[in-house]
């Protein structure tokens, strides 16, 4: 997932950044169906405690060797705990065990209408009123939870509502921390906040599943050792390292908009790989969380 967009991107659009951009949609998307199935072999709060404190390491080393710094000053620390927390460890923790009840397509597009709950949250924080652009957002949003969640009929199961609020919970902590880093940002750079806050959000996640989870690393088998490596690997590292690049090579709203492919290969991959139902009630959640998504985004 992003960190936050840094504003101020340059507003030429290079193929360098689109490729980038590109590399860092399919390494998100795919990442869905891969916890998805890894959830098969290990708890969710393992599964995501344990990938996020290595990836983070691994950020952090591609941090240094770029001849950056990840130094914290003192007075930074309380804010950057709080953003770590609501960027990653609701996150990390609310989707994890989410998707022991819903299909990773569906949770994908629910957790993607985040700019669609930052530009509401705008309005109290940072004075922003909604405009048209933005009502309409929301109601699109609105229609494409909506159809998620009775796509199935009128019977909602017990299960599937409390994945529903799980995600959509973890969507909203992710879209308060964005905004709340507009108002009091973050004077660090990007993929050093990132690395600090993947690390510190990640970590307390991986203790408590520790303490109430059984985990049984010597059952899993090849495949799920291959998805573990590349859900550390690829979206904590490589998908980041991309994301901070395309957003040098972007304007920050493109790069924005560009990462509504996330669901998209998401919801197409879970299909192929997991064999989750693709139809037109699918199809039509997709087109109203993403419609409002770009609105949000544009305006």
Known sequence: MPDQITPGARVRITPAGLLFLAT????????WPATKYLLSELPPLTLRGVTGVAGAALLAIVVLACGQSLQVERALWPRLCLYAFLNVTCWMALVGVALLWLPAGEASMIAYTMPVWAS????????????????IALLLAFGGLTVILGGGGISITPGKLTGFVMVLGGAFAFALGAVLSKKWPLPLPPMTAAAWQIGLGCLPVGLVGALIETSHFEAVTPVGWWLLGYST?????????SWFAALNRLPASIAAIGTTAVPVIGVVASAIALHEPLGLVQIAALLLTLGGVVLATRS
């Open 24 to 31: 860092t949609s399919v390494g998100w998307g795919l990442n």
């Open 120 to 135: 509401l949250l705008a309005w109290p924080i940072l004075g922003e009123r909604p405009n048209l652009l933005r009502v």
């Open 233 to 241: 690997v690829i979206q904590f590292c490589v998908a980041y390292v």
